[in-house]
């Protein structure tokens, strides 16, 4: 596509609920990214992509979030029984994958912004 | 741990002012540095990169930045800003393996 695309837009929840998170990056990028951001905080790296493997899962904030990739394409992030605390915007992002690694100029998607009540 | 700086929260100009965001990281090793701008209802996206050559880099829309290796720091500058350039400004650092970590945003607002 033309862009990153994310969805839901926007995703209120109650907390104790799971809910998905979808990027799809632009066509022909290998290389996928999540990022969280909360309030007056700055772009907290989630996970790394190249291809459908995650060499770098590093940030996940605890078990309760996963994320996966099929096909190279579309990835999912995934938050389990729903805490306030995660309530944020994430953010995906996608790059060539080319170079390795992310010293790749990203392209974001406008984000998901998750309320947990 | 390898973090980014961006000593100011929040920035409030008047039209034609000069603008210099600060950006400092911790890493002593190569780095490639980045500044994303995120405009109002807009996506984040690149303003300029420096990866090798040439410390000072011009990027989209008049804006500059310096890396000087010894400070640890890669400074946004523009000579003259406008009302368009209010928006939140990220510095971000680039040190090896996956990650490139983000410092926590300069808002700018700009008054016409």
């Known amino acids: ?117 | 741990a390898q973090s980014v700086s961006q000593h100011n929260h929040h920035v409030i100009l008047s039209e034609a002012a000069s603008l210099e965001l600060g950006c400092n990281y911790s890493y002593g090793g190569t780095v490639n540095l980045f500044w994303y701008v995120q405009y109002p209802g807009q996506h984040l996206q690149l303003l300029l990169k420096y990866f090798s050559g040439d410390p000072l880099v011009k990027g989209i829309k008049g804006f500059e930045a310096e890396f000087i290796k010894s400070k640890f720091s890669f400074n946004l500058r523009k000579p003259s800003v406008q009302w368009s350039d209010t928006a939140e400004y990220f510095c971000a650092v680039y040190t090896g393996g996956f990650k490139t970590i983000f410092g926590a945003g300069t808002r700018l607002f700009v008054k016409a």
């Open chain 1, 1 to 117: 596509g033309a862009g990153v695309s994310q969805s839901p837009s926007n995703k209120v929840t109650e907390k104790g609920k799971d809910v998905e998170l979808r990027c799809d990056p632009i066509s022909g990028h290998t290389a996928l990214y999540w990022y969280r951001q909360s309030l007056g905080q700055g772009l907290e790296f989630l996970i790394y992509f190249q291809g459908n493997s995650a060499p770098d899962k590093s940030g996940l904030p605890s078990d309760r979030f996963s994320a996966e990739r099929t096909g190279g394409s579309v990835s999912t992030l995934t938050i389990q029984r729903t805490q306030q605390e995660d309530s944020a915007v994430y953010l995906c992002a996608s790059s060539s994958g080319l170079a390795g690694g992310s010293q790749e100029t990203q392209y974001f998607g406008p984000g998901t912004r998750l309320l947990v009540l």
